[in-house]
């Protein structure tokens, strides 16, 4: 139990363009997900937290601008990087939460061009 | 304030031989603790967690960990290492209290020699 998938898993684009990742809870509802981003041999840097029917929350310094986050069912958030530049290049990770713990997706290979 | 510090950004051991990962939290309330594993280019799957029941937590794939509140630490071990368990590993603490707020340590590489 506790699945999370992510869509797509790796994905290459022209600069200036827009890039959506979806994160899906595949066993279970989740009311609170979260995007995260992890540069190579590094921890993980939350990115913003989302909350399905509302707002998401940005960590300091992440541009809300930049990476749209929509959580629009208890399922399924999905982060757009818009405009995406080669320094947005990255692992992208989404986690869910069930009861207490996070359950993480298998990440989201970015690389702008 | 929370804080997780791994000592050892790099650990190797033998293959048969002991797995040690060392974990040390910082937390004002009753923390719940968490270990991680990462394969290359794939996402953190849980290994296991502290939830303050039992204070030595069995996990997935021959892995245990202690909680030890006086020494404000939560290790990762495996009797015997095996060449899949080559990966990096992250120790991550939350408060019952604020489940959305977790804290991750800096990680530790794991290499088993053959």
């Known amino acids: 139990g506790a699945v999370v998938s992510q869509h797509p898993s790796r994905v290459i684009c022209k600069s200036g363009t827009s890039v959506k990742i979806e994160c899906r809870s595949l066993?279970?509802?989740?009311?609170?997900m979260f995007w995260y981003r992890q540069f190579p041999k590094q921890s993980l840097m939350l990115m913003a937290t989302?909350?399905?029917?509302?707002?998401?929350?940005?960590e300091q310094g992440v541009e809300k601008d930049k990476f749209l986050i929509n959580h629009a069912s208890l399922t399924l958030s999905t982060l757009t990087v818009t405009s995406a530049h080669p320094e947005d290049s990255s692992f992208y990770i989404c986690?869910?939460?069930?009861?207490?713990?996070?359950?993480f997706g298998p990440g989201t290979r970015l690389t702008v061009l | 304030a929370q804080s997780v510090t791994q000592l050892g950004s790099h650990v190797s051991v033998s293959e048969g031989a002991l797995v040690l990962l060392r974990c040390n939290y910082s937390?004002?309330?009753?923390?719940?603790l968490f270990w991680y594993v990462q394969y290359p280019n794939q996402g953190l799957q849980l290994l296991l967690k502290?939830?303050?029941?039992?204070?030595l937590v069995k996990g997935i794939n021959g892995f245990e960990a202690e909680f030890k509140k006086s020494e404000t630490s939560f290790h990762l071990t495996k009797p015997s290492a095996h060449m899949s368990d080559a990966a990096e590993y992250f120790c991550?603490?939350?408060?019952?209290?604020?489940?959305?707020?977790?804290?991750f340590g800096p990680g530790t590489s794991l290499s088993v020699i053959p």
């Open positions: 986690s869910a939460r069930y009861t207490d713990t996070q359950y």
């Open positions: 066993d279970f509802q989740a009311t609170t």
């Open positions: 989302s909350n399905e029917g509302s707002k998401a929350t940005y």
């Open positions: 937390s004002s309330v009753p923390p719940y």
């Open positions: 502290y939830t303050s029941a039992a204070t």
């Open positions: 991550a603490v939350t408060m019952k209290t604020s489940y959305d707020k977790v804290i």
